[in-house]
């Protein structure tokens, strides 16, 4: 009787439960493909929420330019007065009548100071809504940029997955790349 050849059975069937590097490098580079864009979106949110942020607190440090320009009209305003009533109080001193209209003068400058004084109250105000909103911007940059970090990392595992071939390292890799994107989302709602 002839023999047959023999064959290492053991060989095959750890070849037949292995899954096919091909379909395992193709869902590899998908998952991959799709954190890179994903990543790619997180990045541009990032640096718009930074952008919009530089943009309100120069817009704040402008407004607090123009409040202290205000400030410094209601002092000019208010040392007008005191000027305005030593020489009162010299006519005064000297026994003689002050000039007509310096009592008005005087009245007009502390009136003008109210209304100097409410304007810069305004300007701050702005201010420290402008430097708030910022503030929150900010956070959100900071969330958005840690989301762009994850997924960076996940993509790198991704490519030490695909060439290790190792499912463990990949499947890893989705993990924090899930993990990114819930970041993301959240941080975008």
Do not use: C
Request: proline content about 4%; glycine content about 8%; aromatic content about 6%.
């Amino acid at each position: 009787m002839p023999e047959q050849p023999e064959i290492d059975t053991d060989r095959l069937r750890e070849t037949i439960h292995e899954p096919p590097s091909g379909v395992l490098l193709r869902n590899i580079a998908l998952t991959t493909a799709l954190l890179a864009a994903l990543g790619a979106v997180a990045a541009l949110r990032a640096g718009d929420t930074v952008n919009e942020a530089l943009v309100l607190k120069t817009e704040a440090g402008r407004l607090q330019s123009e409040a202290s320009d205000q400030w410094a009209y209601y002092q000019a305003k208010g040392i007008k007065a005191s000027v305005q009533e030593a020489g009162r109080a010299a006519y005064l001193a000297a026994g003689k009548t002050p000039p007509p209209g310096i009592d008005q003068t005087i009245q007009r400058y502390n009136s003008e100071q109210k209304a100097i004084e409410e304007a810069a109250h305004e300007k701050e105000r702005q201010r420290d809504e402008k430097s708030k909103e910022a503030d929150g911007l900010l956070k959100h940059h900071r969330r958005f940029a840690e989301s762009v970090a994850f997924l960076q990392v996940a993509i790198a595992l991704g490519a030490v997955g695909a060439l290790t071939r190792n499912t463990l390292v990949w499947m890893g890799s989705m993990l924090i790349g899930a993990g990114g994107a819930a970041m993301f989302f959240l941080t975008l709602l």
